[in-house]
């Protein structure tokens, strides 16, 4: 049971109350709202195609509720008959409530305005035909009270008349711009679908959106962003995309030209020019290759080049072999020959030796010169520090002579220059030779005097532009080993001993000498050297003998 009004039809659901609070009517009883059925509901929502009659909203669309609603308010005597029922999304159906609403209070002060104007008339009327004075002051009383309350009810009526326009402008207003994003919807989800699946990929990772959900993706973002606002982004993918495109293209064409310049050398360039009369730079002729050539046509090109060359290698390496067969017969005397004899126990002659080399032992013969002809200029050019960074490089003994041969057999000039190269540029290297030549100073040279400085570096020939001492500290350090640094010391020292020793031994002899040239001056009696022509006691001239 309920409870309404049947002036303004409002609900009341407690019973309790009497009379309406909006227009003080009293209230009547009645059965309440009859529930839909859940088969009549979806009878219904079939009917309509599980789509709001107003709006076009579906069932699948994001934040879409559909409710059936009554076409003649219950409120006004509508019925659940299907006649009488409609699908509305859960806007429209707000929408249309608050218009019926605004439309009943209007009509309840139209009724309250038409009713308080019949009241007047009749009033007016009574006070014709009265002749009571106190019932006629009554009337015109009631008369003015009334007729003060028609500008009021005017003024509510006119209010709620603005209040319902307004409502409907905004519902229309609503409508219309829920139409235009429908149809930007659309116009979006068709040029999406003609474009790459790269653009829509990244639109929604501009827009945070989820990659699955095309659709509601889509509706998402034109109910949520302005028009300008996506073709802006749509454009600025575009933009990126197609910059992304000519740079993708670019590193191609780049690496395809390190390809083929990695892979061209000098000599295949040099016949390229031939093959296709062309000239120009290594850089010119790869790029008309890459422009006008396939990758296979390329390497099919490249591969008959090869292939030439491969040739023309063969025969400059048999001209080499004639050309090497010549100079070892200029270069190996009969001596050479002879040692070579004794080294491979070979017999025969000269011609029969070169060649049998040639044939068996060239390679190792020729390294074996090399690794004389290294070996020696190795032990002239590598200093103790060179050794010492080396050896620990490579985590060898630090010894020259172990270090030599293992650079001769792993290295070639070349790259032991490269390796001293990047030894001296190791600081924890440096760092190491650093402490060793101070420990090295510390033991060796704490004792070392400057005579015996300026005797070693009268032996060594070493000029000195700082002082003696550092000098000869540096010398022997990156020329000798510690033992034999310890040697050249102790030979110093033993020769300075000997030389000091020679010299007090010939400064007593020239005493000697001198005390037997001495004799007595005639006058004070002192001694004086006879060499002397005065006394240097007495002044006395000497007259001798």
């Known amino acids: ?83 009488n029922l409609q699908t509305l999304c859960h806007d429209c159906n707000i929408n249309k409530g608050a218009i019926i609403e605004d439309n009943d209070e209007i009509e309840i002060k139209e009724n309250e305005l038409n009713t308080l104007k019949n009241v007047i008339s009749k009033k007016e009327e009574s006070l014709k035909i009265t002749n009571d004075e106190d019932e006629r002051i009554d009337l015109e009383f009631e008369i003015i009270t009334l ?101 993708k293209i670019k590193r191609e064409k780049q690496i395809r030209y390190d390809k083929y310049f990695n892979l061209l050398n000098d000599e295949n360039i040099d016949l390229i020019k031939k093959e296709i009369s062309l000239e120009g730079s290594k850089k010119e002729i790869i790029i008309h290759l890459i422009n006008n050539y396939t990758d296979s046509e390329l390497d099919e090109g490249i591969k008959f080049i090869k292939e030439t060359i491969k040739k023309e290698k063969e025969e400059k390496i048999k001209r080499e072999k004639q050309i090497l067969y010549e100079k070892i017969c200029n270069s190996l005397d009969d001596e050479g020959i002879e040692l070579i004899k004794n080294e491979f126990s070979l017999n025969g002659s000269k011609k029969e030796i070169i060649i049998y080399l ?47 041969d293992y650079l001769i057999k792993n290295y070639t000039l070349v790259e032991i220059e490269d390796l001293k190269r990047k030894c001296y540029m190791d600081n924890e290297l440096e760092k190491k030779w650093k402490y060793k030549i101070k420990h090295m100073e510390n033991e060796l040279f704490s004792e070392l005097t400057p005579a015996e400085s300026s005797v070693l570096i009268d032996r060594f020939s070493i000029s000195s532009r700082f002082s003696a001492t550092a000098t000869v500290k540096r010398h022997l350090i990156m020329n000798y080993s510690k033992k034999e640094i310890k040697d050249i010391l102790s030979e110093t020292k ?51 003998s």
């Open 358 to 404: 040639m044939n068996n032992y060239a390679e190792n013969e020729i390294n074996e010169l090399k690794q004389e002809l290294l070996e020696k200029k190795l032990f002239d050019e590598l200093n103790q520090k060179d050794i010492f960074l080396i050896s620990h490089r490579l985590k060898i003994p630090f010894n020259k002579k172990k270090v030599v």
């Open 494 to 544: 033993a020769k300075i001993l000997s030389e000091r020793e020679s010299k007090i031994k010939n400064k007593e002899k020239r005493k000697q000498e001198k005390s037997m040239t001495k004799k007595k001056c005639p006058k004070c009696k002192s001694e004086v050297y006879k060499t002397s022509k005065r006394c240097s006691y007495c002044g006395y001239i000497f007259r001798w």
């Open 1 to 83: 049971m309920e409870k309404y009004c049947p002036k303004c039809n409002k609900i009341f659901e407690d019973m309790k109350d009497n009379y309406c609070s909006k227009c003080g009517g009293e209230l009547m009883a009645r059965h309440g709202r009859v529930p839909l059925p859940q088969g009549l509901r979806n009878e219904v929502l079939k009917r309509d195609g599980y789509r709001c009659v107003r709006c076009g909203a579906s069932k699948d669309d994001t934040d879409v509720r559909l409710e059936i609603d009554h076409i003649l308010p219950v409120a006004k005597g509508g019925t659940n008959d299907i006649d």
């Open 147 to 247: 007729k003060k309350q028609i500008p009021i009810i005017e003024n509510e009526i006119k209010q709620l008349k603005d209040k319902r326009d307004k409502e409907e402008e905004e519902f229309q207003r609503k409508q219309k711009e829920k139409e235009r994003k429908d149809r930007l919807f659309k116009k979006i989800y068709v040029e999406l679908e003609k474009e790459d699946d790269e653009i829509y990929q990244r639109l929604c990772k501009h827009f945070s959106l989820n990659y699955q959900k095309r659709e509601e993706n889509l509706k998402n973002l034109t109910y949520n962003y302005l028009e300008e606002e996506i073709y802006n982004a749509i454009t600025s993918i575009k933009q990126i995309i197609e910059k992304e495109k000519e740079e």
